[in-house]
């Protein structure tokens, strides 16, 4: 692929004109563009198996299906993203049938299990909020257009997405155990969701999606985009949060040590034991990142139940073969 210079791909982007395809980017764009890429079609996928898991719990057969027209959204998503960077030279049988479980990369919080139908409502409304947050900002600044035109169906399913969940989760609230339910669920999800938007701006050391205008927010200022919506519906519906809005700093602040430790097995934040790092400095103590690197509970199962179907497909044609 014959590529343009650092320089030529800095007057483009200053001149207001988008990229196109990969002969258009200089090295350091194209890197770039991958890594947000498989970072988003990552996301999608393992959504998958994360939610179906939940599906399963459905309280009827409308909800279900429901569900699996969300899951059926996913995948498409995925697809797209896959797709895009195959037409930058990336193989994506490679990235999705050829990868560890641990070399995929996706928010923790989808290693953790939704096992019931509550937790796939809130799920909807939390998570699917953050990826409609994430992908609105990149469909209005992105200066890669194939992701930008792409993203104008994704930006419309994954709205309907978060308000399934807000539906579901005014359903739930009718009663008071539906209450309760829903409490202890965003009890441990609400904060998953606020790691979500990955390392505060005062830590991050590169900052080539902004220069780039792969998107137009920091991660921090993502974060705060988040929590503009998803706290007043918390609010509204009476769960309590572990956040405050902050009428002298015009911005919302977080009352718990941020970060903290996790427990992923019982779904449990240790926030008694005060704040962790998030970058891990090799001593051995916990941080975020270690965390994330490690992943969690069901990162190799869903990977293995998306890649399961390719490789028995794979050994049927080499016994026939043999």
């Known amino acids: 692929m014959v590529m343009i210079s650092e320089d030529q791909m800095i007057e483009r982007l200053k001149g207001g004109m988008l990229v196109e395809s990969g002969d258009q980017m200089s090295e350091k764009y194209l890197a770039g563009m991958k890594r947000i890429l498989t970072v988003s079609a990552d996301t999608e996928l393992v959504s998958a198996p994360a939610y179906y898991l939940a ?3 459905a309280p009827s057969i409308n909800a279900f299906v429901s569900a699996m027209g969300i899951i059926q959204d996913e995948m498409g998503h995925a697809h797209i993203a896959y797709r895009l960077m195959e037409d930058l030279g990336v193989s994506k049988e490679e990235l999705i049938y050829e990868r560890d479980p641990s070399q995929f990369k996706y928010p923790y919080a989808f290693d953790v299990p939704l096992t019931t139908w509550v937790e796939l409502a809130v799920a909807n409304a939390m998570y699917d ?3 409609f947050t994430l992908l609105g900002d990149v469909f209005r600044h992105t ?10 169906k994704v930006d419309k399913e994954e709205n309907f997405h978060l308000r399934h969940g807000e539906t579901w989760m005014k359903k739930i609230n009718a009663s008071a155990e539906g209450h309760a ?8 999800m609400l904060p998953l969701t606020l790691e979500w938007f990955g390392l505060p701006d005062d830590l991050k050391t ?6 780039y205008g792969f998107k137009g927010q920091s991660n921090d200022q993502l974060r705060q985009t988040w929590m503009s919506t998803a706290i007043p519906f ?3 519906l009476g769960l309590e949060t572990p956040v405050h809005w902050d009428e002298a700093a015009k911005k919302y602040q977080i009352d718990y040590p941020f970060p903290c430790r996790f427990d992923p097995e019982a779904k449990r934040w240790l926030f008694d034991e005060g704040t962790i790092d998030w970058m891990d400095d090799g001593s051995g103590r916990d941080s975020v990142m270690k ?3 490690a992943r969690g509970p069901k990162n190799d199962e869903f990977v293995e139940i998306l890649q ?3 490789r028995q497909i794979a050994n049927m044609i080499e016994r026939g073969a043999n």
Request: net charge positive; aromatic share 10%; proline share 3%.
């Open 55 to 57: 599906a399963k719990d």
């Open 129 to 131: 909020r953050a990826g």
């Open 143 to 152: 200066t890669f257009a194939p992701w930008k035109r792409a993203l104008v």
């Open 181 to 188: 339910k829903l409490q202890r669920a965003v009890d441990w």
């Open 206 to 211: 590169q900052t080539v999606q902004l220069d």
């Open 234 to 236: 918390l609010d509204s």
């Open 291 to 293: 965390r994330w690197r």
């Open 308 to 310: 399961r179907g390719h």
